[in-house]
Every structure is written in structure tokens, then in C-alpha cells.
């Protein structure tokens, strides 16, 4: 494996890693938190029980669409775990352009 070149390198890698690491802390907090307190409670409140923790300017946008489908009944999911997965799908993506983002910025 090459060793980061300069501090600035080393800095970008851990900055990625604390990102994805934050995401992945994430869903586990979530996953634990609803199997301990709330097994018994219908999928469509543990969903928006998640959406409530998911803050940001780049997410508002689509948290509200995700809100508003789950209001229309037009979005449903027969578990939180699928949410939860599609969840991660949405913005590892995300994660992935930014650790590749940090990767071109190693090369400059």
C-alpha cells in the first residue's frame, strides 16, 4: 500500500474514512435504537423515526420527497431494514464520489 506523500494526503484519506464511518455509526445507532425500543411499532413511524436524524442542506430536499411519498402511500416498505438499505444505497453513492473526490485531490 503507498504511503500518503505529505500531511495534506494523509488528512484527505482520514477525512474520507471519518465520513463513511460516520454513515455506517449511523445505521447502526438507527438498527439497535428501533430493535430495543421499537419492535412492535408499524414500519412507516420507525422510516420517519430515521428521517427525523437525517439533517442537512443536501438531504432536506429529498427528505421531504421521501416524506411526502410516504404521506401519499405511494412509497411503502415491508421493513425498516429495507429502508434502512435503500437508505444507504442512496447515499453511499454519495460517500463514494466523496472519497473520490479526495482521491483526485491526492494526485494534484
Do not use: H
Amino acid at each position: 500500500m503507498d504511503q500518503p506523500k505529505n500531511i495534506e494526503e494523509k488528512n484527505l484519506g482520514r477525512a474520507s474514512f471519518l465520513i463513511v464511518s460516520r454513515v455506517l455509526r449511523f445505521f447502526i445507532a438507527c438498527r439497535l435504537y428501533i430493535r430495543m425500543k421499537m419492535k412492535d411499532t408499524p414500519v412507516e413511524e420507525q422510516v420517519q423515526w430515521v428521517l427525523l436524524y437525517i439533517q442537512g442542506e443536501l438531504v432536506d430536499i429529498w427528505k421531504e420527497n421521501i416524506m411526502e411519498d410516504l404521506e401519499n402511500k405511494s412509497l411503502e416498505f415491508v421493513t425498516v431494514e429495507e429502508y434502512l438499505m435503500d437508505l444507504k444505497k442512496e447515499f453511499s453513492e454519495k460517500d463514494n464520489e466523496i472519497i473520490k473526490v479526495a482521491e483526485l485531490k491526492k494526485i494534484e
